[in-house]
Nanobody, 130 residues
């Protein structure tokens, strides 16, 4: 199991940008995939972005259609940090954003599914005002 802590959420005007960070501790090296999900009030947890990497280099990344071209998932030089750069934010992006990690091996299609991940952060609130 990996322990995760998100940061970087806040209030931003439509069209603005935020960068979310996720710091991982524990069995970080054993994580097969990491991703970002979000949940708005009254809605289920929604896939946002996911990535797998080897040797510190991302070799696979995927995005929800709703954020493609606006959001970018990346890993910092530190092997225990993953980021979500969010540009051109819209009010419909308002949600609690969660970082997730899979400590076991998961398939690429499963990387979009929240139930495939076994470690979750506490979430960080992102509010986009119009």
């Amino acid at each position: 199991q990996v322990q995760l802590a998100e940061s970087g959420g806040g209030l931003v005007q439509a069209g603005g940008s935020l960068r979310l960070s996720c710091a991982a501790s524990g069995r970080t090296a054993s994580s097969d995939a990491m991703g970002w999900f979000r949940q708005a009030p009254g809605k289920g947890r929604e896939f946002v972005a996911t990535t797998r990497w080897s040797g510190g280099n991302t070799y696979y990344a995927d995005y929800a259609d709703s954020v493609k071209g606006r959001f970018t998932i990346s890993r910092g030089n530190a092997k225990n940090t993953v980021y979500l750069q969010m540009n051109s934010l819209k009010p419909e992006d308002t949600a609690v954003y969660y970082c997730a990690a899979a400590t076991g091996s998961i398939t690429i299609p499963t990387m979009r599914v929240s139930r495939a991940y076994d470690s979750w952060g506490q979430g960080t609130q992102v509010t986009v005002s119009s």
